[in-house]
């Protein structure tokens, strides 16, 4: 159907829509008849084609080929032990499965965080405005359209005022273009001409308008090329892409050790079967190979919890960005203030203006008529400085029949100010502008009581100026001549307490080494009031745009420290400002809301959209949605992201630390021309099954609680920076040393053959095994003891040991498994020396903790990885 050459009265009526719109009963049948207003995806991957990949991994392909070659030799050699080949596809397929299952859960995390943040949009039912899940729109559906929106739906407008929209993913034009509904166009002019039209997925840059929805879904335009969208790949992180490097050199020197290993076994005449499958299950054990799916697992976890903490993170790499986050640049309103806000005063050039007086009600029944609030019964919809003048007057409704809108100049923050002109009953035209008392001072004529404005500012007001004045014609008159000449009405003080949980937010910021930065739009006065009530303006000073405007780049990144409040910016100062952080090495967050914050949300490290009063053109640039739009919660998204990375760095030095200690056993045994240690299928045992669980386990490990009093952590640091690196070597060599001296005790005193010590190749493997168990105990915090009282539990850590020591018990005492793992049943003495061992990593790392708190302190800067980059979005 060609809408675009119908008029608006010809549309409603072939869809069937009143004045009022649909009615919900009307509604509810053409969602079943037409489905939801969605685009489908593509297929997902299959089930079984997911568990195949699995399989892609090369060391998994090692290991098949491994469990072949021992299946081939065992055959030739008319032997019927095909135990290790059965066990290791056994163990390739447990393996394969858990990668399958925490892979769908960081799958489904993310899913569940993508439709937390679906849009949403304003439309007309049976008269009333109400706000829908974008999804649920209809053909026929009235849809109000506001700035900063993105279309949800084909749209035929049937009103517009100044809106323009950007429509770039439809017609690849990065100019915003102007619509108007009374513009009729051909049936075949193009789609990027028809003015008349708002597509599905394009976005308002500014004005506002309604219209009725006339396609949905896959039915839209943007539906009819839907199908040669492709899913995209989730990025990798830079920790990701920096352990995949880190992991790939790693390998390499495993697989070198490794083949050195399988030619000193030869020579030294171990059966080649043999020597080669310990060779590849040892390489298994050495290559980090699952580093980079830890990462995504630990980082898929956090995301979830941010976003039940009300923090909806969009992009992966924001998470890991967020621990090194060392400046907060936040918008005043809503964010740090509670956007509730009420009229407590009005003032004009005389002085205070009497409460119930004839001035008090002409200076609201001129703010009133210059709003967009809608009122519904008793609730009105709207913006909140609006609600505000609307909810002290009271009588919005009557004012907009008994003087309707000819013409609107809509508010931006660009502007600061907003103009109606009303038709008066002798047909002359009032023209009403109210916005900032600065702004309008330079419009009106004699002023807007400047002294007033500053003293109510002050005391921490939001003041609006109104001036008004008459004209008998409109034709021709343009935007900026309606704004000038004006004669100043009064001024109206509203007060907008800050959230109560800033103030300790803010000085949890200041203990954590972060700077908290007020960028506002409202008055220099009004900002400083509220910045030092909550602790954010204490040695800093306050900065205006128009000082900013003078001040070239260069001066602001030198001065950038100087200021904690940037007043009366608008849009454009806040790139500005992110990148003047940024010269200095700053990580910057930055709150933002309006069409025109997108820039900066971008430019910044982390941008952060608000969630309820945020446009989806912010949101839609953002890295993060605050969904309670609170400054808060940045804080806590900062606490949880400093908590998923030093969770990333435990569960990286407990898989490493372990690798390094089945490796040296493996190797200085050789190196001794001692019989081999450790069987493949054990190896194989410990590195793909009894260590991975207390690894993942290690990866929810509770915040440490003193994660806010260190610095943030420096960005581009790696993440084996402070010490770490060391740390896994030394532990390695301890966790080996263990094992090999279990082995050796077990081999000399107990076995009784020196060449097939099968008590001490029991006793070596139990040790390696619960010794690693051990020592993700360590892992738990860098400097507190396990045993301090009061820390946080980790169940998942204490069910994953008991549930890995089982089975360990299991394969060592019961026959059956005993047999398959080429253990021996152990005596009472023989299990206590190996629990006496296994328990050492515990006894040397308190020690050394103990030691180090006896130290002073230093403080030790944490670690960040590389987060410059940014996907594009
Ligand atoms: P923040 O940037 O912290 O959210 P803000 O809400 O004050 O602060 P803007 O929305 O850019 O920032 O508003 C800037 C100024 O414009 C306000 O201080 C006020 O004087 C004026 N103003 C705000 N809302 C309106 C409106 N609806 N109509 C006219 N003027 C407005």
């Known amino acids: 159907m060609e809408w675009h050459s119908l008029t608006a009265a010809e549309c409603e009526k072939k869809l069937g829509t009143a004045k009022e719109g649909l009615t919900q009963a009307k509604a509810a049948h053409r969602l079943r008849e037409y489905g939801e207003n969605i685009l489908e995806a593509p297929p997902g991957k299959s089930l079984l084609r997911r568990f195949l990949e699995q399989f892609k991994d090369f060391m998994v392909i090692i290991l098949l080929l491994a469990a072949a070659v021992s299946f081939l030799t065992s055959w030739a050699q008319g032997d019927t032990d095909y135990i290790d080949a059965v066990i290791i596809l056994l163990i390739v397929n447990v393996n394969a499965v858990i990668g399958l299952v925490q892979e769908s859960r960081a799958e489904k995390a993310l899913t569940a965080l993508q439709d937390l943040t679906a849009p949403h949009a304003k439309v007309l039912r049976a008269g009333q405005t109400v706000q829908i899940p974008a999804q649920q729109l209809v053909p026929g559906d009235i849809v109000l359209l506001d700035t900063g929106d993105l279309v949800p739906a084909d749209i035929r407008l049937l009103q517009s005022v100044n809106l323009r929209v950007q429509e770039s993913a439809l017609t690849g034009e990065s100019q915003a273009v102007q619509k108007n509904e009374s513009v009729l166009c051909q049936p075949q002019t193009p789609l990027g001409d028809r003015k008349n039209m708002c597509y599905s997925s394009t976005s308002v840059t500014s004005g506002h308008g309604r219209g009725i929805v006339v396609a949905t879904g896959m039915q839209t335009q943007v539906g009819h090329i839907a199908r040669m969208l492709t899913v995209q790949e989730t990025p990798q992180t830079p920790l990701q892409k920096k352990l995949e490097a880190t992991g790939k050199v790693l390998g390499i020197g495993a697989l070198v050790l490794c083949g050195i290993i399988f030619v000193m076994g030869l020579l030294q005449g171990t059966q080649p079967l043999d020597m080669f499958l310990t060779s590849i299950s040892l390489a298994v054990a050495a290559i980090p190979e699952g580093l980079p799916a830890v990462v995504t697992i630990v980082l898929a976890a956090?995301?979830?919890r941010m976003a039940e903490r009300k923090a909806i993170v969009r992009h992966m790499m924001a998470v890991e960005t967020l621990g090194s986050a060392s400046v907060i640049c936040s918008d005043k309103t809503g964010t740090l203030t509670q956007n509730h806000m009420t009229v407590v005063e009005m003032r004009d050039t005389s002085g205070r203006i009497a409460e119930h007086s004839p001035r008090e009600r002409?200076?609201?029944d001129y703010a009133v008529l210059c709003t967009n609030c809608t009122v519904d019964g008793s609730h009105i919809l709207g913006e909140a400085t609006e609600i505000a003048l609307c909810e002290a007057a009271k009588n919005k409704e009557m004012l907009d029949r008994q003087f309707p809108r000819v013409r609107e100049v809509p508010f931006s923050s660009a502007r600061k100010r907003m103009t109606v002109v009303v038709r008066l009953p002798e047909g002359r035209f009032r023209v009403i502008v109210k916005g900032a008392p600065d702004v309008l001072e330079l419009l009106c004529r004699g002023g807007c009581a400047p002294r007033q404005n500053r003293e109510m500012a002050s005391r921490a007001l939001r003041v609006l100026a109104v001036a008004v004045k008459e004209i008998s014609t409109l034709h021709g008159v343009a935007d900026a001549?309606?704004?000038s000449g004006l004669q100043f009405v009064g001024l109206i003080g509203m007060e907008d307490p800050p959230r109560p949980e800033v103030g300790e937010a803010v000085s949890l910021c200041r203990?954590?080494?972060?700077?908290?930065?007020?960028?506002?739009?409202d008055h220099a006065a009004t900002a400083a009031a509220i910045a030092r009530t909550l602790g954010i303006l204490t040695n800093g000073s306050v900065i205006s745009?128009?000082?900013l405007d003078a001040m070239p780049q260069d001066i602001l990144t030198k001065k950038i420290y100087d200021y904690s409040v940037f007043a009366r910016v608008s849009p454009a100062h806040k790139v500005r400002i992110v990148q003047a952080f940024q010269s200095r090495g700053e990580v910057v967050a930055m709150t933002g809301d309006g069409v025109n914050d997108a820039p900066a949300l971008k430019a910044a490290d982390i941008g952060c959209a608000m969630g309820r009063s945020g446009t989806d053109v912010a949101k839609g640039a953002a890295d993060m949605i605050l969904a309670d739009d609170n400054f808060a919660t940045i804080v806590e998204a900062v606490r949880e992201g400093r908590g998923i990375y030093s969770n990333i760095r435990r569960t990286i030095h407990f898989l490493l630390s372990c690798n390094v200690g089945e490796l040296l056993a493996v190797f200085i045994s050789f190196l001794l021309r001692l019989p081999l240690p450790l069987v493949a299928i054990q190896?194989?045992?410990?590195?793909?099954?009894?260590?991975?669980?207390?690894?993942?386990?290690?990866g929810v490990e509770p915040i440490d609680q003193d994660v806010m009093e260190k610095k943030p952590i420096r960005r581009g640091s790696s993440i084996f920076a402070n010490g770490l690196g060391w740390s896994i070597i030394v532990e390695g060599c301890l966790i080996g040393a263990l094992s090999l001296l279990a082995y050796t005790i077990g081999?000399?005193?107990f076995d009784c053959s020196l060449e097939n010590p099968i008590i001490g190749r029991t006793m070596g493997f139990a040790v390696l095994s619960l010794s690693q168990l051990a020592h993700a105990f360590n892992m738990r915090s860098d400097t507190h003891s396990l045993f301090e009282r009061g820390r946080p539990k980790n169940g998942k850590l204490v069910a994953a040991t008991i549930g890995c020591a089982a089975a360990m018990a299991a394969v060592v005492a019961v026959p059956a498994l005993a047999a398959v793992f080429k253990t021996a049943v152990l005596s009472p003495l023989q299990w206590l020396i190996t629990l006496a061992l296994s328990l050492c990593p515990i006894a040397v790392i308190e020690l050394e903790k103990l030691l180090q708190r006896d130290r002073p302190v230093t403080q030790k800067p944490t670690l960040l990885p590389n987060?410059?980059?940014k996907p594009n979005t």
């Open 747 to 749: 081999r000399l005193f």
């Open 511 to 521: 203990h954590a080494g972060i700077r908290p930065v007020m960028i506002t739009g």
């Open 683 to 698: 190896l194989l045992w410990v590195n793909l099954v009894t260590d991975s669980f207390p690894a993942l386990a290690l």
């Open 545 to 547: 745009g128009f000082e």
């Open 362 to 364: 002409q200076l609201l």
């Open 302 to 304: 956090g995301m979830r």
């Open 867 to 869: 987060t410059s980059q």
């Open 481 to 483: 001549s309606l704004e």
